[in-house]
């Protein structure tokens, strides 16, 4: 080994081989720290995964850089190491995501039947038997969700889009009123969604008077947190289609808003689609708006007009904060709502990726 | 199908900078024209103020007449939507639209325009528009793939074809062949010279050669220097403008003695 590292004595001219350590070395080098540490703490009787895979990491950069900087020099063996910190990162980042997608399917998977989807839940108060009977079901959270969240995409995106097209493709960068709309733009992504809320539910107050829960109030709400992210996800997917195709259209002799609906629309269709999928997936979830522009309730309501609506973040934290008699039972409801919430998302993303792909530009 | 175009004291600015001072010139009917001189000495400003392409930069006007076989092109009601249909564009890099297949990128002024066009007319359009671009016997096979999935000298006769299927009277190209290699600008240039049957061909050009072999007259712009407006220094017979041109700074150009 030093008969490499150390340059020859006899050819003093620049040498192109170094010491190389072998490619397996890496992956078996931390299964073999794993192996060691976990028999280590094993025997010590402090086993215990979280400093596991602490010390696993630790030993395993101490050890990678000690032996690469022996056997091939400086260079590779800072590259091993920054190599390991990154592995690290990543495995940071992702572990508390995998955690909480593994907490939120186990619990919900126990109270997650198809009842639960189709049938609504609540509980019957029997006045001759004084007995409270609960049935579990989520059905009128689904409901909720859909008709809150799809009204407000309803009213969001066009509103959005069409803002952006009035940005990218109208108002000249000197234009003032561009600038306080993209002022507010930015102002507004900011909003806090209990702010949000809070507006939509004084604004019905004012309009319907005392007890304004509505369904429809919350759409608002949404569109409050949801118009922004529409505006500014479609102007960049704008911006990205080049002028060439812009000009190319406009010299066949095609007017100027057909132009931005057939060609500049339709080239960034794609990414635009994605943008107002994901700004839906991100309302979706969004709990304190709707728990105080729509209230809760354990009724099924399909009027977005009138009457409390329920959906499923607001049915997941009620069932846990709110518990029933049952407090179990409760907290299986919440789990259950947890999961369906999450699936609902993983939906809404899978048809964006479809529709993202369908309307993408293809090369061959 | 072609028409004479003639210049009358243009000047064009962006905004207050004036780009292309004063200029005055005549192209007759079926010929071809080319425009060299140094970058950024406005002929492709000038030339994009022929099918009014020039105002879509924001701040861009213009000041002159063009007369289209003797219809101002800036005189007050014209439509410039309606100008860019007789004076169709080929750009300088090939920009066919990537949502399009080849088929819909050749009918693609036709049906941005909404115009109703029978199924047997359109497949007629879309030969006629690539046999006349000399693309037909390269893509008849995947009319129905993707425009971009092209080569780029491909693309470029591509955008020629879209531009000739609205049947314009003036076909102007700005630098059609800076992106190309030798052979696809061999076919492009093959192409220009049948194109002048039918049309009226303004190229821009910074290759001398082109601009000897396929054009009829030839135009050398020049620039004083940075921040001066360009100026049209000398327009005559390409035979003229290169082996025996008036103007001092036409020879240098043109022999390679710039500056």
Known sequence: MTAVTSAPATAPSISLTSGQLPRWIEPALAIGTAVVVAAVLLVIQLFNPAVWLILTAVFYLIAISVGSGIVEGRRKAVDRVVRGLVVCAFVLAVAPLISTLWTVVAQGLKVLTWDFVTKPGGSVFDPNTLAVTNTPGALQAVVGTLIITGIAALISVPIGILAAVYLTEYALPSNPLRRVITFLVDVMTGIPSIVAGLFAFSLFALIVGPKAFSGFSASIALCVLMIPIVIRSTEEMIRLVPNELREASLALGVPRATTIIKVVLRTAASGIVTGVVLAVARVVGETAPIFIAASFTDNFNADPFSGPMQTLPVMAYTAYSFPGKDIEASQAQAWGAALLLVIVVVIFNLIARIVAKAFAPKSR | ?259
């Open chain 2, 1 to 259: 199908m072609s028409k004479s175009i003639e210049v009358n004291d243009l000047n064009v600015f962006y905004s207050d900078f004036l780009a292309v001072e004063d200029v005055s010139m005549n192209i007759e009917p079926r010929t071809v024209t080319a425009f060299i001189g140094p970058s950024g000495c406005g002929k492709s400003t000038f030339l994009r103020t022929l099918n009014r392409m020039h105002e879509v930069i924001p701040g861009a006007t213009v000041k002159g007449s063009v007369y289209i076989d003797g219809e101002n092109l800036y005189a007050p009601g014209v439509d410039p939507v309606l100008v860019r249909r007789q004076v169709g564009m080929v750009f300088q890099r090939p920009n066919p639209f990537p949502t399009m297949s080849i088929k819909e990128n050749v009918l693609a002024g036709v049906r941005l325009n909404n115009k109703r066009i029978s199924a047997s007319d359109a497949n007629d359009l879309v030969e006629k528009s690539l046999r006349g671009a000399n693309l037909w016997n390269e893509v008849k096979d995947r009319l129905d793939k993707p425009g971009a999935g092209l080569s780029g000298g491909q693309q470029q006769r591509l955008c020629i074809a879209r531009t000739i299927a609205v049947s314009p009277q003036v076909v102007l190209m700005d630098e059609p062949c800076s992106a190309l290699d030798p052979i696809s600008t061999f076919a492009i240039e093959e192409l220009i010279t049948e194109l002048k049957n039918e049309f009226t061909i303004v190229i821009v050009t910074h290759n001398m050669q082109q601009a000897s072999r396929v054009s009829d007259k030839t135009a050398f712009f020049n620039i004083a220097g940075t921040g001066k407006p360009g100026k049209l220094i000398e327009y005559a017979d390409t035979a003229t403008i290169f082996t025996s041109p008036k103007e001092q700074a036409t020879e240098d150009y043109v022999s390679g003695r710039f500056g």
